[in-house]
Nanobody, 118 residues
Framework: QVQLVESGGGLVQPGGSLRLSCAASGSITEIYSMGWYRQAPGKQRELVATISSGGRTVYADSVKGRFTISRDNPRKVHLPMNSLKPEDTAIYLC?????????????WGQGTQVTVSS
């Protein structure tokens, strides 16, 4: 079992900042990558940013230069989000991929709401 606990999110005005965090726990042998996805009403879930165990990062074009994913340790990631726009409004979901023993897993958090509005 893998649990992901998300924190951060909320309501912010355009141009403001928020910081999301996600911590993984459970009988995890290894985490390959952690990251954030988002889903806005009526839209498909999309990648926001991920970071691998080796530190390689991937960003959606729409957030490059504004969001920066980082990692305290292999089980905890942070996503400071700056210069937020109304189109960033969505439910943000943390994802972790790795293995427990010899079995691979991909786990999701319950999601945290980010609303950018004046």
């Amino acid at each position: 079992q893998v649990q992901l606990v998300e924190s951060g999110g909320g309501l912010v005005q355009p141009g403001g900042s928020l910081r999301l965090s996600c911590a993984a726990s459970g009988s995890i042998t290894e985490i390959y990558s952690m990251g954030w996805y988002r889903q806005a009403p009526g839209k498909q879930r999309e990648l926001v940013a991920t970071i691998s165990s080796g530190g390689r990062t991937v960003y959606a074009d729409s957030v490059k230069g504004r969001f920066t994913i980082s990692r305290d340790n292999p089980r905890k990631v942070h996503l400071p989000m700056n210069s937020l726009k109304p189109e960033d409004t969505a439910i943000y979901l943390c994802n972790a991929a790795g293995r427990i023993g010899g079995s691979a897993f991909s786990a999701w958090g319950q999601g945290t709401q980010v609303t950018v509005s004046s």
